[in-house]
C-alpha cells in the first residue's frame, strides 16, 4: 500500500475503552493506530463521571483476564469499583502494556472510505490525520452518545445543563442549590442518592419508574480476594460458560414449582445476595415466563412500599408496565430510601410531561418548576449511536448510514455486508450489556484477532459477509428475543428510547455460550457466511 498523503498501518482501532484497549495489546505484532475521542484512557469509565458512577458487576469478574500478573498484582477496594477506581485500573493497563504509544486522544475519527483498488480502509480523523490501513475495529462501545431529547428552551435556561455521561472533570457542588434530575435508569439512580445529600432541594422528574435493587456493595474482603486469585483461571473459562458471562447463581427451579412461602424466601435470599442481577436468575424461568417474571415483580413492589414511607410516592415508584429484566434491571445504594427527605420530591411527568425548559426552570403540562441546575440522565443513542455518526463509506461508496436507515444489520454482530475488513466489537446484535462486557470483549477481540491472523496466515486481501448471512443472523436474535420478556419493555435494547429511532432488537439476548457458539463454529465450517478474496 502506498498512498501520498496518507501514512499506512496494518490496523486502525477505534475507541480506547476496555476493547480498544485490549485490542491494541492483542494485535501489538502488527502496525496499529488507535484513535480516541477522549483525552483519556477507559472509555465508559473515562466519560461516565457522575456522583455515584459505579460498576454494577463484581470487579473481580470486571475485569481483564488475558494476562494472570495483571489479575494477581491489581487490588480492588470494593465489591462494586466506583468510577474513579476503574478509570485508574485503565490507565494501570495502559501504561503497564506500553498501549499509550498507539493511541492518539482528543482525536476522533469522523469518515472512513473503503478503497476498492486496494482493499484497504482510507481513515479521516477530526485533527486532521490520514492512514490507510487494511483492517479496521471499532470499538466505539454501544452507549457513547449521550441522547439529550430536543426539549425547547434549553439555551433560555439561566441555571446549568448537565449530562451524566459528559460530566465536567473537576465535579460540581450542588451545595444550597435546587436540581432538577431527568432520567430514572441505571445511571440516575446511582447519582441521585448523592446529589441529594448536598442540595437544598432535589426534585426527581421520572417518567416510567424503575426496578432497583440493593447492590450490597462493601470493601473487598481479604479472603474473598485470595479466593478469587487461587482460582482466576477456571473462574474466567466458567464465566463464559455462563448466559450473562457473570458468576452469579443461576436459579434451576421454576417459580412454579415453588410454594409461596418458598419463593419469598428465595427472592429474599437474592434481594440481599450483594451479587447483582440475581432477583432475575433466582429462578430458572424468571426471564422467560410472564407469570414467573411477575412474582419477582410484586416481590421488588412490597419491598418499594415497604421502604418509601409516603403511599402515594411509593405507588409512583412502582413499576407496573414492564416485566423486571425487560430494560437492565437498576442496581443502587440507597435510592428509594432517598425518597424520605423532606428535601426531595419525585414528579410524574409520565402524567404531566415536561414541555420545555425556560430560564427558571423547567415547564411541564401540570406545572413550573424554578432550578438552579437540571442533570439529565436521559442515556444514549445506544448500540448504533456512534458508527453512525462516522461517516462510513464501504464498498460502491455506499453508506452505513443508508445501509442501517431502517436498523442496524449485521453478521454475528461483527460485520456488515458492503463494508469488508472492518469488525465492531459489542457491535449491534451482540450480547451487549447483556453480558459482563469485559470479558466477552476480550472474548470478541480474540475471536476478531484469530481472523485477521488466519487472513495473513493465507494471503487474503479481504473478507466481508453477504445479506444472506446478515438475514441469518437476524432471525436468530429476533427468534431468541421472542422467547424472552425482553420483547415486553420500551428500552435501549431495542431502540424505543428515543423517539423516531428505527432498529428492532439490537442486543443477542440467547445467551454468550450460545452466541460464543455460533460464531465459533461460523469460522469453523470455513467462514460460513463470509466471503474472503
Ligand atoms: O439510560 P436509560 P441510563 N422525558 O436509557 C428517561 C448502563 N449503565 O444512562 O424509561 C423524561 O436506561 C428515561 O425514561 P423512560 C446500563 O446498561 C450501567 O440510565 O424512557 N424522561 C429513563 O428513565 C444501562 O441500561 C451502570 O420513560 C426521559 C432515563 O431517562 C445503560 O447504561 C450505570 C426522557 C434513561 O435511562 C443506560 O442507562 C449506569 C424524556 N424525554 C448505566 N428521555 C452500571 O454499571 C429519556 N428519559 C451500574
Not at 480492588?76 to 498507539?102: C, I, M, T
Not at 435556561?157 to 435508569?185: L, M, N
Not at 432497583?212 to 474466567?236: F, I, T, V
Not at 425518597?339 to 409520565?350: A, G, I, K, M
Request: proline content about 5%; charged content about 25%; some cysteine.
Amino acid at each position: 500500500m502506498n498512498s501520498p498523503d496518507f501514512e499506512t498501518a496494518d490496523i486502525v482501532i477505534i475507541g480506547a475503552g476496555f476493547s480498544g484497549m485490549y485490542a491494541i495489546h492483542r494485535l501489538r505484532d502488527y502496525k496499529v493506530v488507535c484513535f480516541e475521542a477522549g483525552d483519556g484512557v477507559g472509555g465508559t469509565w473515562y466519560w461516565n463521571r457522575y456522583p455515584g458512577a459505579r460498576v454494577d458487576i463484581e470487579s473481580v469478574e470486571y475485569s481483564y483476564g488475558f494476562d494472570e500478573e495483571l489479575q494477581q498484582e491489581w487490588q480492588w477496594p470494593e465489591y462494586f469499583s466506583a468510577q474513579p477506581d476503574l478509570e485508574r485500573y485503565a490507565n494501570h493497563v495502559a501504561d503497564r502494556f506500553g498501549l499509550r504509544k498507539h493511541i492518539r486522544f482528543a482525536n476522533p475519527v469522523e469518515k472512513l472510505q473503503f478503497d476498492e483498488g486496494e482493499n484497504a480502509w482510507r481513515v479521516f480523523t477530526a485533527k486532521g490525520d490520514r492512514v490507510l490501513c487494511k483492517y479496521v475495529i471499532a470499538a466505539t462501545g454501544s452507549l457513547t452518545i449521550p441522547n439529550i431529547p430536543p426539549w425547547p428552551g434549553r439555551e433560555t435556561f439561566t441555571g446549568d445543563i448537565y449530562h451524566t455521561a459528559r460530566w465536567p472533570e473537576e465535579g460540581v457542588d450542588f451545595s444550597g442549590k435546587r436540581v432538577g434530575f431527568i432520567g430514572t435508569g441505571s445511571t440516575g439512580i446511582q447519582a441521585m442518592p448523592i446529589i441529594a445529600e448536598q442540595a437544598e432541594h432535589l426534585y426527581v422528574f421520572q417518567r416510567t419508574p424503575a426496578y432497583c435493587m440493593p447492590s450490597g456493595n462493601r470493601p473487598l474482603d481479604a479472603e474473598h480476594e485470595r479466593d478469587w486469585k487461587a482460582h482466576y483461571a477456571q473462574r474466567r473459562e466458567q464465566m463464559l460458560d455462563t448466559y450473562g458471562a457473570s458468576l452469579v447463581d443461576y436459579g434451576v427451579r421454576s417459580a412454579h414449582e415453588c410454594t409461596p412461602q418458598e419463593r419469598e424466601a428465595i427472592l429474599e435470599q437474592a434481594w440481599h445476595s450483594k451479587s447483582a442481577f440475581q432477583l432475575l436468575f433466582a429462578f430458572s424461568d424468571v426471564m422467560t415466563d410472564a407469570a414467573a417474571n411477575e412474582i419477582v415483580c410484586e416481590f421488588v413492589r412490597c419491598k418499594i412500599r415497604s421502604i418509601v414511607k409516603d403511599p402515594a410516592t411509593a405507588e409512583l415508584l412502582c413499576p407496573t408496565t414492564y416485566p423486571i429484566g425487560g430494560k437492565r434491571l437498576c442496581i443502587g445504594n440507597g435510592y428509594f430510601e432517598m425518597f424520605n427527605r423532606d428535601n426531595v420530591t419525585l414528579v410524574d411527568v409520565r402524567s404531566a410531561p415536561i414541555t420545555e425548559f425556560y430560564e427558571a426552570g423547567l415547564r411541564t403540562a401540570a406545572g413550573e418548576y424554578e432550578l438552579d441546575a437540571i442533570v439529565t440522565a436521559t442515556g444514549f443513542d445506544a448500540v448504533t449511536g456512534a458508527m453512525s455518526r462516522m461517516a462510513i463509506e464501504g464498498v460502491g461508496g455506499n453508506t452505513l448510514a443508508d445501509k442501517w436507515a431502517e436498523g442496524p444489520t449485521t453478521y454475528l454482530g461483527a460485520m456488515v455486508a458492503g463494508f469488508p475488513n472492518l469488525f465492531m466489537i459489542h457491535g449491534p446484535a451482540t450480547p451487549g450489556a447483556q453480558a459482563q462486557m469485559i470479558t466477552t470483549g476480550e472474548w470478541q477481540v480474540n475471536w476478531t484477532a484469530d481472523i485477521i491472523d488466519d487472513m495473513e496466515r493465507r494471503g487474503c486481501a479481504r473478507i466481508d459477509v453477504t445479506e444472506a448471512s446478515e438475514a441469518v443472523w437476524a432471525e436468530e436474535v429476533s427468534m431468541v428475543s421472542t422467547q424472552t420478556v425482553h420483547q415486553y419493555a420500551d428500552s435501549w435494547y431495542n431502540a424505543k428510547n428515543i423517539e423516531g429511532k428505527k432498529g428492532g432488537f439490537m442486543i443477542y439476548v440467547g445467551g454468550f455460550p450460545r452466541f460464543r457458539e455460533l460464531c465459533d463454529a461460523a469460522v469453523r465450517d470455513g467462514y460460513r457466511g463470509f466471503t474472503l478474496a
